[in-house]
Structure formats: C-alpha cells, structure tokens
C-alpha cells in the first residue's frame, strides 16, 4: 500500500530565504508526482507534475526533483515572500490505479515579512 | 491549466437531511473524476472514483448509500450526503484530468459542508 510522508509538518521561515520541502513515498512504481499547494479553506492549485521518467521541473521561483529509486522528491521555493505562505501537499499517482492520487499530510509554510 | 468548478462552495444543512454537490470540468470532458474529503488540519483522503456512464468505485470503508455519486455527463459529476450527520461535516474537493492517468490533475475549489 501506497504511503506518502511529507516532512517538515510544518515551517516558519523570515522572508527572502531558499527552502526545501521533503516529500516521500514507499512504493516507486509511481506514473507521477504532483506538488500543489492549498490556501485555506480553499481548493489545491496545482504546481508541478513531475512524470516519473523525469528528475525535475521548473516553474518560475519553484523547482521540484524526483528520485523515485529512493522514494524522494523535494520541493525548492526560491527567494521566499509573504504570499507564499500556505499549506503544500504532494501526491503520487501509482501505475496500478486508474489515476487516483496518495497525498501527504502537507506542509504548512509560514513566510515573515 | 484546466479548469474545475465545484458548487456550492460551503453549504449548512440540517440533520439528516441531503446535501448535493456538484463537480464541472469547464474546458475538458472528463470521463473520470474524483472525489476527496478533507478533515481539519488533515490531508485528503479519496472517498470514491466517479465514471461517466457507470457505477462509482468506492474506496474501503466509504459507506455507498451515504455518499452518491452519479456522472451523467462528460463534463459533470455529483456527491450526494444522504441522510448527513454532523460527523458528516468536512471539506469535500473534486478532482478531473483533462487526459489519461498519468496527466495533471486538477481540482475544484471545494465544498465546506456543516451539519448542525
């Protein structure tokens, strides 16, 4: 059975600093790995879909890795500012299923100004 | 990205009274989506894989004759809460792709049920 931890639950950094969230999951025959983030109350928004022949993807201040040998991928906020501060959620959709996605439990990010 | 529109976006209904859901993918047809609930301060968990044109497929332990589901089109999905309880009340968020299985999924804004 499929399980996803994310790691730290949660984060409070001063604004302008780099950071990494850690994401990992037991079971590496994954089709994808999807980082999306969510405000709350409010819905996700997606941020990066990472195939799983792919090692990383880009998107403006985001970049998310995957190693899928070792279960791990991150997720590296650059330059963080105030409205980044939500929770992150990242999810795996396992080849043996129709698509539907393991999430982890999150992490909360609070950014200072 | 694909867009997903839920509505209503936070509902109050009384006990045992049933509460509708309803889950649109704007600009894709969706033969498959998903729905999740989500408790407090928790992360989400799948309820049930709804198919356009048939049955929904529960996940263990979601009770089938509380949560209906039914998709009667390409582009919509609903979750009908029969009979709700207050333990009923939660955060309940839709999911579609605009693909095959292994696309981007995207997700609606969700719904705050409360039953009092």
């Known amino acids: 059975k499929q399980e996803v931890t994310q790691i730290p639950a949660a984060l409070s950094v001063p604004e302008g600093e780099n950071l990494v969230l850690n994401c990992s999951f037991t079971d590496s025959a994954i089709y994808n790995l999807q980082w999306f983030r969510q405000d709350p109350g409010k819905g996700l928004t997606s941020l990066l879909l990472?195939?799983?022949?792919?090692r990383e993807q880009t998107s403006g201040r985001l970049n998310a890795s995957l190693d899928k040998s070792s279960g791990r991928s991150t997720l590296y906020i650059a330059a963080s500012q105030p409205g980044d501060s939500a929770t992150y959620l990242c999810?795996?959709?396992?080849?043996?299923?129709?698509?539907?996605?393991?999430f982890g439990q999150g992490t909360t990010l609070q950014v200072k100004p | 990205g694909a867009v997903v529109s839920q509505h209503p976006s936070w509902v109050i209904c009384k006990s045992g009274t049933s509460v509708k859901i309803e889950c649109r993918s704007l600009d894709f047809q969706a033969t498959t989506m998903f729905w999740y609930r989500q408790f407090p301060k928790q992360s989400l968990m799948l309820m049930a894989t709804?198919?356009?044109?048939?049955?929904?497929?529960?996940e263990q332990g979601v009770e089938k004759d509380k949560f209906l589901i039914n998709h009667a089109s390409l582009t919509l999905s609903t979750l009908t809460v029969t009979s709700a309880h207050p333990e009923d009340s939660s955060f309940y968020i839709c999911?579609?792709?605009?693909?095959?299985?292994?696309?981007?999924?995207?997700f609606g804004q969700g719904t705050r049920l409360t039953v009092v």
């Open positions: 999911s579609a792709r605009d693909g095959a299985a292994y696309t981007e999924a995207f």
């Open positions: 990472i195939q799983s022949s792919q």
């Open positions: 709804s198919n356009e044109g048939s049955k929904a497929t529960y």
């Open positions: 999810a795996v959709s396992s080849s043996s299923n129709t698509g539907k996605l393991i």
